[in-house]
T-cell receptor
């Protein structure tokens, strides 16, 4: 079946530190992969996505590369800011399962000045 | 800037009362999802619709929960009777439904507290 495993949190970093949040997946078909971000008190927002192997999604300084050989989609940012404090969700969607999303458990990030 | 809207944003009720949550998907989107988020379970898919027809509601407790789309601009999620364990944030999301794998757009959520 389809599933997503995310790095356990919470993660606390100092401003300007390098961020990596690990995400691995299991899929029966050829999924698209997503990172969503949830700021306190808000709904989830799409951060970036990749639709096929070796694609790199990027947005707001965040990047993730779809690695089929390692079934991974790790989120990275070179220099985090206090405003990046949020919960990050990795997700996959597989057309073979009606475009349902399978979300990871979320990783809470706190960036301290 | 098109957005998914949800009402109410907050709801406090007593056990046994009926709760109705509403969602207005982005205009033109024909796929609507309902999720529940709790600290213990994370994000759970409750049900989803395409062209107003339910495609999957296997994640929803059938005895007390019901989801409908009376028209293309309104989706509802009802709990009757409500129980304290239903306390959670309920999110609605919509997608264009044009085929292929699509981004889901989330509303701000309804925070439900059942006393």
């Amino acid at each position: 079946g389809n599933s997503v495993t995310q790095m356990e949190g919470p993660v606390t970093l100092s401003e300007e530190a390098f961020l990596t949040i690990n995400c691995t997946y299991t899929a029966t078909g050829y999924p698209s992969l997503f990172w969503y971000v949830q700021y306190p008190g808000e709904g989830l927002q799409l951060l970036l996505k990749a639709t096929k192997a070796d694609d790199k999604g990027s947005n707001k300084g965040f990047e993730a590369t779809y690695r089929k050989e390692t079934t991974s989609f790790h989120l990275e940012k070179g220099s985090v800011q206090v405003s990046d404090s949020a919960v990050y969700f990795c997700a996959l969607s597989d057309q073979g399962t009606g475009n349902q999303f399978y979300f990871g458990t979320g990783t809470s990030l706190t960036v301290i000045p | 800037d098109a957005r998914v809207t949800q009402t109410p944003r907050h709801k406090v009720t007593e056990m046994g009362q009926e709760v109705t949550m509403r969602c207005q998907p982005i205009l033109g989107h024909n796929t609507v999802f309902w999720y529940r988020q709790t600290m213990m379970q994370g994000l759970e898919l409750l049900a989803y619709f395409r062209n107003r027809a339910p495609l999957d509601d296997s994640g929803m407790p059938k005895d007390r929960f019901s989801a409908e789309m009376p028209d293309a601009t309104l989706a509802t999620l009802k709990i009757q009777p409500s129980e304290p364990r239903d306390s959670a944030v309920y999110f609605c999301a919509s997608a264009p439904g044009t085929g292929g794998i699509e981004t889901q757009y989330f509303g701000p959520g309804t925070r439900l507290l059942v006393l």
